[in-house]
């Protein structure tokens, strides 16, 4: 009896230590001597950021992977910023931050990592700061090429059918010089390809009607347009506000729904669709994708949705900590264009289009490819 109870706990004890040595992840495992630290919007405020720095940090381990989050009230609250920013140089072994997005706080956060320390690199995404203040600072930057996107939304729209095409917008919006550069190319493209361009004035989302009249005028709105013009008829928004129901009007009544305002799986087709998401498949890009094609499917609408296969911001805060990991390990330098590019395309999961910004040969714009749900 005494030699079974004896055995029996060797046993146990080789299986325990058998199970700690399978899922315990270490620095020392994957070979790296150093830290990279990921700072991100929280779950409230850029969700597929927090996302994509989780993963990042199951695949390399927290010992490697010092992940942190800027407030949600970050515009306002930049000092907090500064502070997890510097406290993560603080740290010798850190040879790299992230920081997507690059929040109000960032460039002030650089100027004083670098009074003491010289070799860390920085790699932004989504800056919110003025392009000459944050590229001079950052190594690499790192944004969605929106005026390129007047090109290829419109592209887009004529592959999956459309004959005419309608931009929903409002003044304040088209006040802003880079959505009315969109626009205009967009208009350019459009006539190119020998397809419709109409502008309809929306209500503003910040206007006396708020949010709910912005919703209700999509709504009521693209009914109207699809008797008048046809189900050949592509809509886009300039508004977050108005993705969800512009894609439930195109679900119910047709049209085409080439893109949203901010492109991604997740962006207002959960909500739209009713599609519900699982604790363990949060931040599970192909599951997304999955659903929102089963329901396009089952409305009869095939080739009527698209959006981009990944998200843009999940595709930076990878291809970041990639590079960044290669940097760590003396593969690259500060900034090499051609590996950044090479790490988008793996985190994108399809080719990429690169343009720099004028002036800013560090400040990377890219497109992706789409996925057309059928």
């Not at 993963?55 to 800027?70: C, L, P, R, S």
């Not at 950052?138 to 007047?150: A, P, S, V, Y």
């Not at 799986?265 to 363990?280: K, N, S, T, V």
């Not at 599951?287 to 499917?297: E, P, T």
Request: with cysteine.
């Amino acid at each position: 009896m005494y030699k079974k109870v004896i055995a029996l706990l060797l046993a146990t004890l080789m299986v325990l230590t058998l199970a700690s040595c399978g899922t315990k992840q270490t620095a020392s495992d994957k070979g790296l001597d150093f830290k990279i630290g990921l700072v991100t919007g929280t779950v409230s405020q850029g969700e597929e950021e927090f996302r994509a720095g989780e993963d990042m940090v199951k695949k390399y381990g927290a010992d490697v992977i010092k992940h942190v989050t800027y407030p949600d009230k970050f515009a306002q609250e930049q000092e907090t910023t500064i502070a997890q920013i510097t406290s993560l140089a603080a740290d010798p072994k850190v040879k790299a931050i992230v920081i997507v997005q690059a929040v109000p706080g960032s460039a002030a956060a650089i100027d004083k990592v670098k009074e003491t320390r010289d070799d860390i690199l920085f790699i932004g995404g989504v800056p919110h700061e003025d392009p000459g203040t944050i590229s001079s600072r950052m190594d690499i930057l790192l944004e969605t090429d929106n005026i390129k996107r007047g090109e290829t939304i419109i592209q887009l729209a004529k592959d999956m059918g459309a004959d005419t095409f309608v931009h929903y917008s409002f003044p304040r919006h088209m006040s802003m010089e880079l959505l009315s550069r969109r626009r205009d190319v967009m208009k350019e493209t459009a006539s190119k390809l020998g397809i419709k361009f109409l502008e309809v004035d929306a209500p503003d989302p910040l206007g006396d009607a708020g949010i709910p009249g912005a919703q209700q005028f999509i709504l009521e709105d693209v009914p109207r347009q699809v008797d008048a013009l046809g189900e050949k008829t592509a809509f886009f928004s300039t508004n977050c506000a108005m993705q969800e129901p512009l894609i439930k009007s195109i679900l119910n009544e047709g049209g085409l729904y080439p893109e949203q305002c901010c492109p991604s799986p997740y962006h207002a087709y959960p909500g739209a669709m009713g599609i519900e998401i699982p604790q363990e498949k949060a931040g599970d890009v192909q599951f997304m994708l999955d659903q929102i094609n089963a329901k396009v499917v089952e409305s009869n609408r095939s080739g009527n949705f698209a959006t981009w296969k990944a998200p843009a911001n999940m595709a930076m805060v990878n291809a970041a900590v990639e590079y960044a990991i290669e940097y760590g390990k003396g593969n690259v330098g500060k900034f090499n264009r051609d590996k950044m590019v090479e790490l988008l395309e793996k985190a994108a999961k399809g080719k990429v289009q690169v343009s720099e910004l004028d002036g800013h040969p560090n400040f990377l714009m890219f497109v992706t490819e789409s996925q057309v749900f059928k």
